[in-house]
């Protein structure tokens, strides 16, 4: 089965310093590949997806950017962390199963980057 | 906005109770899908429900699915403690790849 890796799981950075959060992926090829971020009690916020290598898409405006070097690698990364930066970063992959029409999106998590900027 | 929206946003029961929470959504979809998360950790995939599917059971869970009011409930029966987290409904977000889109989510406290 699919496995996420996503390190470190806590993080703490200066405002303006640099980020560099890494996302691995085992067990599958070619999965779309998502990061999100999760504010303290709110709902997950997509910010970039990726549908193959050097593909990225942004979904909202701001201070962080995405990459895909290699199909099972992708990497989030900020040049100057703000405060707003702060929270849970998440790290999904989604495949598609089984065959038309029952076929669905199967989405796997790695276990998240909490990051606090102060 | 969010394309799934999750009423209460907080709810606390005793142990052996039922609960019951509600997640709207805004455009069509071919299914929605109901995640659990512990503690602001990562996100445990419990059921999928497909547009043409009304209602799904899996143990204590059941699922159901109105399209046309384009809303769905999550009820966990003879609740435990260990059942408390936040749950979260998802939907496609359309034109993005098989993105999901989450709504804020019910925080359930189970009292033992």
């Known amino acids: 089965s699919q496995t996420i890796h996503q390190w470190p799981a806590t993080l703490v950075q200066p405002v303006g310093s640099p980020l560099s959060l890494e996302c691995t992926v085992e067990?599958?090829?070619?999965?779309?590949l998502y990061w999100y971020r999760q504010a303290a009690g709110r709902g997950l916020q997509l910010l970039f997806y990726?549908?193959?290598?050097?593909?990225i898409s942004s979904e909202v405006p701001q201070n962080l950017s995405a990459s895909r070097p290699q199909d099972r690698q992708f990497i989030l990364s900020s040049k100057k962390l703000l405060l707003s930066d702060s929270g849970f970063y998440l790290c999904v992959g989604s495949v598609r199963r089984g065959a038309l029409p029952s076929s669905y999106n199967e989405q796997f998590f790695g276990p998240g980057t909490r990051l606090t900027v102060l | 906005s969010q394309q799934g929206e999750e009423d209460p946003q907080a709810l606390s029961i005793q142990e052996g109770e039922n609960a019951t929470m509600n997640c709207s959504y805004k455009t069509s979809i071919n299914n929605l899908q109901w995640y659990r998360q512990n503690s602001g950790r990562g996100l445990v995939h419990l059921i999928l429900?497909?547009?043409?599917?009304r209602e799904k059971h899996s143990g204590r869970l059941r699922v159901t699915l109105d399209t046309s009011k384009k809303s769905s409930s999550l009820l966990i029966t003879a609740s435990r403690a260990a059942d408390t987290a936040s749950y979260f409904c998802a939907t496609a977000i359309p034109k993005s790849r098989r993105a999901l889109t989450f709504g804020s989510g019910t925080r359930l406290q189970v009292q033992p």
């Open positions: 429900i497909r547009s043409n599917e």
């Open positions: 990726s549908v193959g290598i050097g593909q």
């Open positions: 067990g599958t090829s070619n999965p779309n």
